[in-house]
């Protein structure tokens, strides 16, 4: 029960952690695309994501930090690395977006 249980939330940190780069990639290609105000609302909506993601992973370490014991599996470092992409990709896509719109100024457009 314990693994079953572990599973299903790491895989509920891969969830939103999946969503959180999905949105930042969707709003960096908006904003190359033109569209910035779309690029950075996709920024924030994957922040918010990111912000569920976080809520699990701090959730586990607080288990851990109390005594309980967690199983470290492929899984879990899977969904780490899930967490740690996202969390550049939003880093960097809001860094893109802010380029591209000064592109967009200087251009004219």
């Not at 990111?50 to 899984?75: N, P, R, S, V, Y």
């Not at 899930?82 to 591209?100: C, K, N, P, V």
């Amino acid at each position: 029960m314990l693994h079953e249980m572990n599973a299903k939330i790491t895989m509920e940190l891969i969830f939103h952690a999946g969503n959180a780069k999905s949105a930042a990639m969707e709003g960096i290609k908006k904003a190359e695309d033109g569209d910035v105000e779309a690029g950075l609302a996709l920024i924030q909506k994957a922040r918010t994501e990111l912000h569920e993601a976080h809520q699990i992973q701090t959730d586990l370490i607080t288990k851990e930090i109390q005594g309980e014991q967690l199983e470290k599996t492929i899984l879990l470092i899977h969904a780490q690395d899930h967490f740690m992409a996202a969390t550049l990709t939003i880093d960097l896509g809001e860094r893109m977006i802010q380029m591209y719109n000064k592109v967009l100024d200087n251009s004219g457009k």
